[in-house]
């Protein structure tokens, strides 16, 4: 398995972009979109398009390559558009005022708050594992 790190964020031009420092068998990996879903799918064609330029020049690899995304704040809640951003700032002890302009791309968070946040959102996330209906 290759686990392939890739930052999701917006650029100056509005869109959404993907990259990676990382490459396979010296492909490289991007994608754009006018949401993180449309530059999501674009990264994804980018890492079929270079497994099959591979096969065409007889490189056969059947490793498995995994994706994972970090992203930026405002990359995050375009895709993840259902979160309460009121509400997951009052779970995460952040002023509800500064939360929706990180959402907007207003302002940005220093580490701390978003080390902050990431944990909340874990723990969330471990909440909802373990829940059962």
């Not at 890739?6 to 990259?19: C, L, M, R, T």
């Not at 979109?33 to 007889?58: C, I, L, N, R, Y």
């Not at 995050?76 to 979160?83: A, G, H, P, V």
């Not at 009121?86 to 995460?92: D, M, S, V, Y």
């Amino acid at each position: 398995m290759k686990r392939i790190f890739a930052f999701v964020e917006k650029n100056d031009n509005g869109f959404y972009q993907i990259s990676c420092d990382e490459s396979w068998n010296g492909y490289n990996f991007g994608g754009y979109g006018h949401s993180v879903e449309e530059a999501k799918a674009d990264f994804m064609d980018s890492v079929e398009e270079a497994k099959e330029m591979a096969a065409e020049q007889g490189i056969v690899n059947e490793e498995e390559i995994v994706v994972s995304f970090k992203y930026d704040l405002e990359s995050f809640f375009n895709y993840f558009d259902w979160i309460n951003v009121t509400q997951l700032a009052r779970i995460a002890g952040i002023n509800e005022s500064k939360m929706r302009q990180y959402k907007a791309g207003l302002a940005y968070a220093s580490e701390k708050t978003a080390r902050k946040l990431l944990t909340t959102i874990r723990r969330i996330g471990a909440e909802l594992q373990a829940a059962e209906i």
